[in-house]
């Protein structure tokens, strides 16, 4: 059992950046992968980033490989998603997730793959 809850969206130019966090409770962090993901207005939600427990395994998705970067604080209990060259398509809500697991080096690429889920925050980003 883990609660999510990310922070950090808001409202920005194209161009700017955003660095947005998701702190968890509950569990141990440690065991985790996590993932982020978002999803537009009338759009699916989709894969932005993930990582595996240890750090070590991460993707990122064609649309944000370069200018973005997952990372992860197990002490904090915390992962990041830093966003550079922020886009207008990149408005939406993003959400983190989890998934328990023993594999050290996998990171987790569809929904179904998490247990868990936060709310979500929303980043818009003007033209």
């Known amino acids: 059992q883990v609660q999510l809850v990310e922070s950090g969206g808001g409202f920005v130019q194209a161009g700017g950046s955003l660095r947005l966090s998701c702190k968890a409770s509950g569990g141990i962090f440690s065991m985790y992968a996590m993932g982020w993901f978002r999803q537009a207005p009338g759009k699916e939600r989709e894969l932005v980033a993930a990582f595996s427990r240890s750090g070590g395994s991460t993707y990122y998705a064609d649309s944000v490989k370069g200018r973005s970067t997952i990372g992860r604080d197990n002490a904090k209990n915390t992962v990041y998603l830093q966003m550079n060259s922020l886009k207008p398509e990149d408005t939406a809500a993003y959400f983190c997730?989890?998934?328990?697991?023993?594999?050290?080096?996998?990171?987790?690429?569809?929904?179904?793959?998490?247990?868990?889920w936060g709310p979500g925050t929303q980043v818009t980003v003007s033209s």
């Open positions: 997730a989890a998934r328990y697991t023993y594999y050290t080096e996998t990171y987790y690429s569809t929904m179904g793959e998490y247990n868990y």
